[in-house]
């Protein structure tokens, strides 16, 4: 048997548990106020527009993916007026959501360039780890990240660990709405980080899971990656569209890779063809077309940004209720990390006991290092979730 996936497991338990007051704060995926999923209107229009055209098939795409799609993902990222866009040295290759992104990235870097060592940071998303050691990398190590006596980044400890970090290191780092922590560098510290990265000639690689969805405004949360080409860095962005699309099950992804060599770019797609036609030969065409007819379309565009604007203010408004019942309960502790962190988890501070104790009295479901899904909060059980974490502290 290999190790049980601890998020599927407390989600599992959430679905097994017969309690009438459940709260499901574990897998990071949306939900409305309701507690239900939710199919962004606009996706469902641009699905009626997909139905109807009758030019569409569903003949293999190429190997490296829908062009449109490539040309929109870039955009996204990279920004309108992306200097690198300009002067033709980007590559939009189609993956698997942000997981087969960031494998795709990570089997290139180790297979054909090489590069063995790899960086994230402590603590991370749980398939870091494992999806880099699988791609090839055999010494993967953290840099510090989170300070849980302040609940702040741990800024000095992180620029330490990248100033020790050998030369091409790969140094994944979270675009935006940091997982599980929920908080990001603030400009001035990615200015120094951005700093350390190009004089140590280190390789960044950027995971972002959450553009747009993290403050509804895409330019906003891509700020870091921007500002890193601004600085001449080349760099690996692995890009998903299950958060900000809610398109989770449809695995819409797209490596976007800023070279400063253009006339690397055809060795570079030769070989990122033949890493993909061995893993999944070529990719799935709907989620990518619902994807490039939104972000081509200048009103699907708005309605999109309407939509992320929706998911982006009910998570900001949850966090402050939580915030004010526990200040209001006076639970033990300071709570201004909950309405300082971004994007859809909070790293509450709690302990695995508390997390237990809230999992077995109050059937409140998360993760036991304490992260939980502010999207799992609604109007009518935050007070309730407010006086369970009381509780569990006192
Ligand atoms: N990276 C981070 C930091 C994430 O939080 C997630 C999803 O939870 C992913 C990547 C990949 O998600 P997906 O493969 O569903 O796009």
Not at 274 to 291: C, K, M, Q, T
Not at 354 to 372: C, E, N, S
Request: proline share 4%; hydrophobic share 40%; aromatic share 10%.
């Amino acid at each position: 048997m290999g190790a049980p996936i601890e998020v599927y497991q407390m989600n599992d338990l959430y679905n097994q548990s017969k309690d009438g007051n459940k709260v499901n704060l574990t897998v990071g995926a949306y939900r409305t106020e309701e507690g239900k999923p939710w199919v962004l209107p606009v996706v469902k229009e641009a699905e009626k527009i997909l139905i109807d055209d009758e030019s569409l098939n569903h003949e293999y795409l190429p190997v490296l993916g829908l062009d449109a799609f490539s040309k929109v993902a870039t955009k996204l990222a990279l920004g309108e007026e992306s200097s690198a866009i300009k002067e033709e040295r980007v590559i939009g290759v189609q993956c698997l959501s942000g997981t087969g992104s960031l494998r795709m990235g990570a089997e290139f870097l180790a297979r054909i360039l090489k590069l063995k060592t790899a960086y994230y940071s402590d603590p991370t998303w749980g398939n870091h780890d494992m999806v880099f050691t699988n791609a090839g990398f055999t010494s993967c190590h953290s840099y510090r990240f989170w300070d849980s006596v302040n609940k702040r980044v741990d800024i000095e400890g992180f620029l330490e660990d990248l100033e020790s970090a050998p030369s091409k290191s790969v140094i994944i780092l979270h675009g935006c709405a940091h997982n599980p922590t929920g908080m990001d560098p603030t400009k001035e510290q990615w200015k120094q980080i951005c700093e350390v990265v190009k004089r140590k000639n280190l390789f960044p690689f950027f995971d972002m899971a959450y553009q747009g969805f993290a403050s509804g405004d895409p330019a906003a949360d891509g700020w870091a990656v921007r500002y890193f080409i601004e600085q001449g860095l080349e760099m690996f962005i692995a890009q998903s569209f299950a958060k900000n699309f809610g398109l989770y099950n449809e695995r819409v992804g797209h490596l976007t890779i800023v070279l400063n060599d253009p006339s690397a770019i055809p060795s570079f797609k030769s070989q990122m063809q033949l890493i993909i036609r061995a893993n999944w030969s070529n990719p799935p065409a709907h989620g990518a077309r619902i994807v490039a007819k939104v972000l081509g379309d200048r009103e699907l565009y708005q309605q999109w940004l309407q939509a992320i604007q929706t998911m982006s203010s009910r998570i900001r408004e949850m966090r402050a209720a939580l915030k004010a019942n526990l200040e209001k309960l006076g639970t033990p502790g300071t709570w201004d990390h909950i309405t300082q962190q971004i994007g859809m988890f909070s790293y509450t501070g709690l302990t695995r006991d508390q997390v237990l104790y809230l999992v077995d009295k109050y059937h409140i479901f998360m993760l036991t290092d304490g992260r939980a899904n502010i999207c799992g909060l609604n109007t009518k059980n935050v007070e309730y979730v407010s006086k369970a974490i009381d509780d569990a502290i006192r």
